[in-house]
Nanobody, 124 residues
Framework: QVQLVESGGGLVQAGGSLRLSCAASGRTFSMNSMGWFRQGPGKEREIVAAISWTGVTTHYADSVKGRFTISRDNAKNTVYLQMNSLKPEDTAVYYC?????????????????WGQGTQVTVSS
């Protein structure tokens, strides 16, 4: 089993920044890709960013490219999402998930463990 716990969410003004963390425990995740997803009010869950197990390859949703950065520290079993220039439309519950493959993927069906989520609210 793998447990994923997100932290770092909160309320921030538009243009501000937040850094989300996702700590993994249980079975190691160093050979697995990781992803961040979000689900806004009345919206479907969508991929935000994904990172390969080496950290070399990343993918981003078009809506966050140039503003968000995904990274990981395998020694600490932690994945991060640095969010800059936040917009009200970024308001959502953010989830981290472990991929069942080593390669970064944007397809949510390849993610097998999910955290409980952390709320991010961006005020205008």
């Amino acid at each position: 089993q793998v447990q994923l716990v997100e932290s770092g969410g909160g309320l921030v003004q538009a243009g501000g920044s937040l850094r989300l963390s996702c700590a993994a425990s249980g079975r190691t995740f160093s050979m697995n890709s990781m992803g961040w997803f979000r689900q806004g009010p009345g919206k479907e869950r969508e991929i935000v960013a994904a990172i390969s197990w080496t950290g070399v390859t990343t993918h981003y949703a078009d809506s966050v490219k140039g503003r968000f950065t995904i990274s990981r520290d395998n020694a600490k079993n932690t994945v991060y999402l640095q969010m800059n220039s936040l917009k009200p439309e970024d308001t959502a519950v953010y989830y981290c998930a472990r991929g069942s493959t080593a390669l970064a993927r944007i397809d949510s069906t390849v993610y097998d463990y999910w955290g409980q989520g952390t709320q991010v609210t961006v005020s205008s």
